[in-house]
Structure formats: structure tokens, C-alpha cells
């Protein structure tokens, strides 16, 4: 098996993989904004007008001059001439002169004349038209000016940004209800195996159903992608360079995977192979689950070939999948993956040399989370329905105690 | 403002909240499985039929009768006839008889006869039809029997189940192609507040753009509900009262952001008062931001008052209204909010008696996550747009000092 002879680690196969794809010019497309929730932003957005518009009160209380609350206090308040309240939404249209004051509420816009809001709780209407304030301001105190939070023509957003809600109000907010956004990358996905049927198929005895391409299709969604199908293609040469090279012309990436026979996986290398140049950079990697995983770059399109168990597939397209439509979006966000701590319920065998990934299962007890690893035999998808996450298992560790605090990302 | 005299702890009025709140029955509806990703299931999925449906071999190797290895060794192999490759897909029709072997691939059908699989590194075809054997192997040693997995009537999905993307697998492997699931929650969404106009509208001088629609849309579909919007109403009793009222009729779930100033919040928690019993539950949460925040439940439907401001009321609805939809849903996955560890470069106050969530930034220095405070005087949502997560500072703690490992929640 000539796959296994140069075992790549899991990020090293990925740094040669996403080097040696080159970033394209990002096709763009323009969008309402309120769909745009995870598509990636292709120009960087400009601040159109400052924001606010128009000094606004951070408080309910009482717009005034500073200047007439200086040197009040609670056993000699500052007596000042209650004129008005102030509408909401819409310019108040009154000046407030010296010795005089207005209720304001929160948001609302500051009257010429006024350069500071006074809280409701540090002042008292004694009368119907005066008004005790117990404290000196400063000059824009409870204010924020015209502009202060963004200024016109400030960079607002980047280009390369994956757009979330926060992103989606702030457009909102300047009134930009399109964008131009990165059009979808097409990936395409191809399963071979003698051994698999498409899943509303009834499995001849022998036979497996296919899961992949749903789950593939799945992962390449959630990373911003849209899946194509090519279906199932069996294990015959011929048949599936025929396939390949139809799913290699019409999209942007080709995900394989492979049945779960070795001559399969050898068939998916030799027809990539023969897709364009460089070929095949990464020809199994070491990891558990997903060793026989190629990453292959021809005539600059990524092409995948993904592992045929179920399981080794997801594992592998969490890594791999997820930074390849990354990379075709022009995607700049960084790479956060959020975890759980939790402390390990058992013990976690691993081989030196080897990254692992194993399924965990949370519990919490008296709030805190405990992981409980999920052994199993053979690499069934109901493995992971128990799973709340996968706990990794670097190279250079031997195995994990039970009470260790780990980290699991949660699938 | 008689609201701030109660503020309740955000999670003990959550479980006002959640608790007030009856269990309804939840209506399904059938729907083609691959679109089920992120949809409650509302019925136990049964195994229909076992797992794998057929002895499987889980590694590339040769079929035997396990007592033909017995005493086996690098020096002295067990000489065994090899008779056949046994083909992917289908029953192998052959019957491995004493003495005998056949090259099986990793998931293809064990033969009649055989009980174990000797992985080809183990063993070596010596000529056309004679194997050499080297160690010997146990009974069902690489071999995983039918129903090992998962036996037929097995609970292998439980009802209230929020589907993912290893349970869309695990359906596809049983064939089960459609499936029923919670109907998505109806949840109206009115933006009151004069200082509000329509995102597509310019506003006036002294007005201000509606985010809190657009973003309040996007957390309940995240959740799993249905937005409706009911618009921006004008802070009018009578005619708030009247779109609420239809809101209420026909949705599951009200959501009001009220305006910025006290006097439309105030109006907010009349007109919900108005909608049936026990109504207002919670009126002022400890909490920043967030604190002017209303949760009632009406003739068993909830009904959420948000602040106006579009940071408050982003914060807020990641704790309220999510719960608030998957209590609808039928939801009962584990609460499971994934962190990341970072350790804040700067100080953070806060004051006692109240829970903050205070937004950061995240950086990575060699391979060390860090937050950066973001510190902002007025509530604006490009403050969230700087930011990848929140640090929640529970009411107990005055405040973080630089340097101290953090867990952010990501946004």
C-alpha cells in the first residue's frame, strides 16, 4: 500500500495543501444584506455618514449648559428654568439659553445651546418650571457628539470578513440593505465504492448505504460552500475519470470519498493524478481516524479525496473541507475554534507519533462537565450520534488519564 | 422608573422565566431528512434494522477459520490454501472450508465459513495459491458482527433531539430519507420607539435606523424559530396595543425592542400586561448591558420586552430568546456554550451585584490566545463588530485584572 509510505502530520499536510493552492480572484455577487448571515464580504465597507448623526443623550435626564451646574451640591443646588421636554426622533427646534434646562430621554437628540445632560436622579423638579440640580457636570458629560462612534469614510468592515449578526446590523444601521458578497464556491462530491447505494435504495445483501454525500454536503454548506452531487460511482477506472473530470470542468473543488476498500482508495489516486498538476501533495495522513486522506491541488482547484468510513470522513472534513472553501472565499476571519473544558472520565489510550481524535460524550456533574471518551469498534456513524465532541490528541502525547482537564471541540 | 426596583440576577430570571413558561405540545411536520440539519426531533428514532446488516471484515486482509492460525509464528507459519479475492458489494457466495483463505477488503462481507481476518501484513501469498500465516488470531478478531453496532428496535435518536450533522448521517444509513420534526416556532418581532425608522428609509434629522428587526431575525432563525415581523409601531398605547394584540394571536412568541427612552419602555411593559395572565414576570434584569428587559409569559405564550439598544438587546437575546425557542422547540439538548481560554491584556471593572458581558477582542501572540477589553462609551453595534466574543463577569466579581486566563464566549 504506497499510500501509507510518507504519512504527513495533520497540520503539516494542511499548511502544503493551502500553500500550494493559489487564491484566486473571488467571483462576487450582490445580496440582500439580511441574507447575507456567513457569506464572506469581497470590499472593504466604508462608513457613508458618521454615526451618530447627531449629538445624542446617553441618558434619561435633563439637557442643560454645564456651565450653570457648576458648583452645585446637595445642601446648595443650582436652581435652573425647566423650559420643555424634548420629542424623540426629530429635531427639538429649541435653544436651551443660560439658566435653562429640558428633559431628554436616552437617544434623544441634544438641543442647540445644551452641552451636557444632567441624570434625572441627580435633579429635582421642584416646580412646574424649576428645576434643582444637586451636582456640578463637565462639558459633554452623558453626551456622545455627532460622529464620535464612526466617522464618514471610516473603514468599517474589511473585505474578507465572514459577515455574522453584529455585521449584518451594523450594514443596517447606515441603511446598506445589498452587499456584494463572495458567490458560493462549487464543490463537487463523488462517492465510489462497489460496496455503496444511494441511501433511499434498499442495500442489496452486501451492500452499505451511502452517507457521505449527505454529510459532505452538509459540512461544505456550513463552511459557505454549495455541494454538488455527482452521486455514486463505481470502482471501474474508466467510469470515474469520466465523472471526475465532468465534476473537475463544472466546479471550483472535487471532494472523493472513496469506498472503504484499498483498491478504491488507490482508484481515487490514480485518477486525480491524472486531473492536472502539481497532483497529489499529501497521500495519507497521521491521524486516527482518517489516515488515508489525499489532498491534491491540479491546475490551481483544490480536489479532496476524503476516507470512506463515515466517521473518518467528518474528522477529516473538519479540518480539511472547512479551510479549503475558506480559502476559495477569500475568507480572512481568524481561526477560532471554540471548546468545552471538561475533565476525562477514563482513560484515552494514543499511539506516540500520531494525532488522534477521539468522540466524547459531556455530562455535567454539580456544574461541572465531565467527558466520557466513547471507545468503539468499528467507525459507525451512531458513534458520533453519541458524541458531543472529539477530544484531540496531539502527536507527541501518550494517551489521556481519566481527571486530566482536556478541551473538546464540540461537533 | 418603578422597573429598575426589582432587577432580578439574569439566570434566576431565566428560570422564572422558562419555568412559567408550560410545555406545550409541540406540532410536527415531515420533511425530507437532508434538510433536517439543525431541527428537533419530536420522535425516538428506532433502529429498522440491525447494524451492520451483515458481518463486516474492518481491515484489509484474509479470511480464515481461526483454528487453522493456532500456533502460528514468524518461524514456523501456518501454511492455508488461498482460493479466492472476494469481491466489494455483495454476498461473496463462497464458503471458506478448513484449510482454505480469502483476500477480504476492509467492509466486505465475511464469507460463510470464515470467523476472522488475518491483516495482510500478518500473512504472505507465498505462491498462486498457498498463504503463509505468522501470527495466529483469535475468533471474530477484525471481524464486526451484524447488529454489533446497533440491533434492530434500538433507541438510537432520541425525541427533542436538535439534529446535526452525525444524526442526518445516521438517518441516511437506515435508509430513512424523510422525518418529522418540530414545526418551527412563529416568533413576531415589533420594533417600537419614535426615533425608529425602517433600515431602507433615510432617516430624519433626530432619527435613527431600526437594527434591532433585522438582528432579532437572525437569532430566532439561529435558534430554530420563524421571525415575523410586525414592523416599527410609534409610541402610541393604542396602537401598539392593537398590532401586539394581532401579533400575539398569531404567533408563538412575542418580541418587543422597545426605544431608547424610558417612557417607550414603559409603554412596552403596559401593553404586554394587557395580553393575558400572569404577564409580567420579570421587569429589570441585573445586568449589563441589558438591564431594562421585560419577560412575561401571557396565557401560557411567552413574550420578551428587549432593550433598544441594538448591543443590549443582542446580548440579552443570546441568553432569553434562545432558551425561549428551544423550550418551544421541545428542545432537550445538553446547554453546552463553547469558550475559548484567552488571557485579557487589559483590566476590566465591574460592579458588584451585577453580571457583565463585556465585549473583546481576540488576538493569538506565538500560539497564545489574548482579549483585548473593547471600551466604548455609547452602545453601538460596529463596538460588536470589532469584537469575537463576550466575557461574561458574574455578579460576585468586581472586576478582572490584565493577565488573567478568561473564558470568551464567541459572538
Known amino acids: ?16 495543501f493551502l500553500d500550494t493552492l ?32 447627531f449629538s445624542r443623550s ?39 439659553e443660560p439658566g435653562t434646562a429640558a428633559l431628554i430621554h436616552t437617544g434623544g437628540m441634544i438641543p442647540n445651546g445644551a452641552d451636557a445632560v444632567v441624570m434625572l436622579e441627580h435633579a429635582q423638579l421642584v416646580s412646574e418650571d424649576s428645576l434643582e440640580v444637586y451636582r456640578p457636570i463637565g462639558v459633554n458629560e452623558n453626551v456622545i457628539q455627532k460622529g464620535e462612534d464612526v466617522k464618514t469614510g471610516e473603514k468599517v468592515i474589511f473585505s474578507g470578513t465572514r459577515l455574522r449578526i453584529p455585521e449584518i446590523g451594523g450594514l443596517m444601521s447606515f441603511g446598506i440593505t445589498e452587499i456584494s458578497v463572495a458567490q458560493k464556491p462549487r464543490v463537487a462530491i463523488l462517492s465510489s465504492g462497489d ?10 445483501y452486501g451492500q452499505v448505504r451511502d452517507i457521505n454525500s449527505t454529510t459532505m454536503s452538509l459540512i461544505v454548506k456550513e463552511a459557505g460552500g454549495e455541494p454538488i452531487l455527482y452521486g455514486i460511482v463505481p470502482d471501474d477506472e474508466a467510469k470515474l475519470l469520466e465523472v471526475t473530470r465532468k465534476a473537475f470542468t463544472e466546479c471550483d473543488a472535487v471532494l472523493f ?11 481515487t489516486s490514480q485518477v486525480i493524478s491524472k ?18 486522506t489525499i489532498l491534491a491541488v491540479c491546475d490551481g482547484k483544490p480536489v479532496i479525496g476524503l476516507p470512506g468510513n463515515p466517521v473518518s470522513a467528518l474528522v477529516i472534513a ?13 475568507e480572512s476571519n481568524k481561526n477560532i475554534s471554540p471548546t468545552i473544558k471538561a475533565y476525562l472520565s477514563g482513560n484515552i489510550p494514543s499511539q506516540a507519533g500520531r494525532d488522534d481524535w477521539v468522540p466524547v460524550s459531556l455530562f455535567n456533574e454539580m456544574g461541572v462537565w465531565k467527558a466520557e471518551p466513547i471507545y468503539f469498534k468499528s467507525n459507525l456513524i451512531f458513534n458520533l450520534v453519541k458524541a458531543d465532541g472529539l477530544v484531540h490528541i496531539p502527536s507527541e502525547v501518550t494517551g489521556l488519564s481519566a481527571g486530566t482537564m482536556i478541551e473538546v471541540e464540540l461537533l
Chains 1, 2 share one sequence.
Open 257 to 267: 470519498t472513496a469506498g472503504s476498500s484499498a483498491s478504491s482508495r488507490d482508484l
Open 22 to 53: 493559489p487564491q484566486r480572484e473571488v467571483p462576487s455577487e450582490v445580496i440582500p444584506t439580511v441574507s447575507a448571515l456567513n457569506r464572506v464580504l469581497v470590499k472593504d465597507v466604508l462608513a457613508p455618514h458618521p454615526l451618530p448623526e
Open 58 to 96: 446617553t441618558v434619561d435626564g435633563y439637557a442643560v449648559r454645564a456651565s450653570d451646574t457648576y458648583g452645585a451640591s446637595e445642601s446648595l443646588p443650582a436652581f435652573i428654568r425647566y423650559v420643555a421636554e424634548l420629542p424623540m426622533g426629530k429635531d427639538p427646534g429649541i435653544t436651551i
Open 1 to 16: 500500500m504506497p499510500e501509507f509510505l510518507k504519512l504527513k502530520p495533520p497540520f503539516e499536510a494542511l499548511s502544503i
Open 275 to 292: 486531473l492536472g498538476s502539481p497532483g497529489v501533495l499529501v497521500h495519507g495522513v497521521q491521524v486516527r481516524p482518517g489516515k488515508p
Open 195 to 204: 460496496e455503496i447505494v444511494a441511501p433511499q435504495l434498499k442495500p442489496a
Open 318 to 330: 473538519e479540518i480539511f473541507v472547512k479551510q479549503m472553501v475558506k480559502k476559495l472565499l477569500g
